[in-house]
């Protein structure tokens, strides 16, 4: 599976502001890239803190690309992931509308009633993992129901662990203008960060978009050498 990370900081590397709260980091020709890679992935996955914080959709918005998608002869939308070891997406989130498929990925810890409750909302729970998701079984489980292009929107949580398994083929931060500071504030890769085998990116782009850059990376090498 091809695993792409897409996100967007302020200046100082901040996803979002010691609030939590959403911010909007990109100007709309940054957005309109975001709704390209979208439309160009099988599934489109957050961690739950994002869910919570954002409600996001998670959908393509242009309606090109979702015709394009629909003569290529696949789903009009890409599918939604959610990683979300203890089954904490509210049944009322957008990404459990009908708009698209939505896998919730849970650990076995996740309490039942969760689980079931998730199930009635319309969602495809998936078990993956003891105590917290499982990233590399959660992406398996994801491959057997067709998913080789993942986007990956975040948060800083759920980007660290995949980096930490080895996990993430490609990286483009979008670093808009302005600063954001908080030593809480939620960071592009948090969790409990690298302090040797850091992740080795090749830059292969940089790019001026609305006020800020794009910029574009390949990763190298990662923990586990894969
Ligand atoms: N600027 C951006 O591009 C952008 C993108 C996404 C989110 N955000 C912001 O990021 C913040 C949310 O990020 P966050 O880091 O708190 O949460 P997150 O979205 O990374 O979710 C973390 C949660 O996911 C669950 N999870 C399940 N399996 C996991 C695993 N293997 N590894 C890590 N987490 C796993 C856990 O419950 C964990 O608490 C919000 O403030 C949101 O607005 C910004
Ligand atoms: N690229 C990007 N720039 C931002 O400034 C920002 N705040 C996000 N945040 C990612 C997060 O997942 C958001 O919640 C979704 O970008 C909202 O997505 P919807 O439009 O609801 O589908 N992403």
């Known amino acids: ?9 302020s200046a100082d590397g901040k996803l979002a502001s010691r609030d939590r709260s959403q911010l909007r980091i990109s100007g709309p020709e940054d957005f309109d890239r975001v709704d390209a890679i979208r439309a ?13 914080a954002d409600d996001p959709s998670l959908t393509v918005t242009d309606e090109e690309r979702v015709a394009d998608r ?22 009322d989130a957008v990404v459990l509308d009908d708009a698209a498929t939505t896998y919730v990925l ?9 689980r079931e409750a998730l ?3 319309g969602a495809a729970v998936l078990v ?17 129901r067709g998913v080789d292009r993942l986007m990956v929107e975040g948060g800083g949580e759920l980007i660290f ?3 930490e398994a080895g996990l993430v083929d490609e990286l483009t931060v979008y670093v808009g203008a302005m600063v954001v500071g908080g030593r809480g504030a939620p960071t592009l890769a948090d969790g409990e960060g690298f302090v040797e085998a ?9 790019e001026r978009l609305d006020d800020g850059v794009l910029l574009r990376w390949t990763v190298e090498g990662q923990p586990d050498g894969a």
């Open 106 to 114: 849970v650990a076995e810890a996740a309490p039942e009633p969760r």
């Open 70 to 91: 629909r003569a290529d002869g696949g789903s009009p939308q890409p599918a939604r992931v959610v990683f979300d070891s203890r089954a904490r997406t509210p049944t």
């Open 128 to 144: 993956a993992g003891t105590e917290r998701v499982a990233p590399a079984t959660g992406l398996a489980a994801l491959a057997d």
């Open 198 to 206: 850091f992740p080795e990116l090749s830059l292969d782009g940089v």
């Open 119 to 121: 199930a009635a909302a």
């Open 161 to 163: 662990s995949l980096f």
């Open 40 to 52: 160009d992935s099988d599934a489109v996955a957050v961690g739950v803190g994002t869910v919570l």
């Open 1 to 9: 599976m091809y695993v792409h990370v897409n996100a967007a900081t």
